[in-house]
């Protein structure tokens, strides 16, 4: 993610440690996740406590940033939010049924996914560095599911 922002210590600016921080709460999250499915909780909870904590840890980060939604923001939040549940109800069942390390590919492949909604969407290209960084992650990806793929079968 650093090579794909193009991230330096001398130009860093909040934005880049948002993200880098919502990418360790995602991670965190799919941790979570899989404990609690491992202890048969119920989908329900499994979907509403980690959100619940997610949005206790970030709140106060909203109440410095709050800006009221118009009307049609909220319809378009109001849509995120069922198509925000539906996935995560889907990563849930895929968490259920297959080890978590079997299912990386397909959530970095998402990144493939947003180039091209963005190039279909806004006309909007990758940047190089989006493409270098896709360049470290899509070749590391398939030698890490290749490897553990190899492991099972030995094992």
């Known amino acids: 993610m650093a090579v794909s922002v193009n991230f330096s210590f001398t130009g860093a600016n909040a934005s880049i440690f948002v993200a ?6 995602f991670a965190v999250l799919d941790i979570v996740n899989k404990k609690l499915l491992t202890q048969k909780e119920s989908f329900i909870s499994t979907m509403f406590m980690p959100t619940m904590w997610s949005c206790i840890w970030l709140l106060p980060l909203v109440i410095l940033n709050w800006k009221t939604p118009s009307l049609s923001e909220f319809f378009m939040l109001f849509i995120l939010g069922i198509g925000s549940n539906i996935m995560f ?5 895929a968490l259920d049924s297959y080890e978590m390390s079997a299912l990386q590919p397909f959530k970095y ?13 806004f ?3 990758p940047s190089i560095n989006v493409l270098f ?8 990806t398939l030698y890490l ?9 030995k094992s």
């Not at 492949?109 to 969407?121: D, K, N, Q, R, Y």
């Open 109 to 121: 492949s998402e990144t493939i996914f947003s180039c091209i909604a963005s190039f279909l969407c």
């Open 145 to 153: 599911t290749f490897h553990e793929s190899r492991a099972i079968k």
């Open 20 to 25: 880098l921080l919502a990418t360790f709460i």
């Open 89 to 93: 109800f889907c990563l849930l069942k």
């Open 123 to 125: 006309n909007q290209l």
């Open 133 to 140: 960084g896709l360049g470290f992650i899509i070749p590391a």
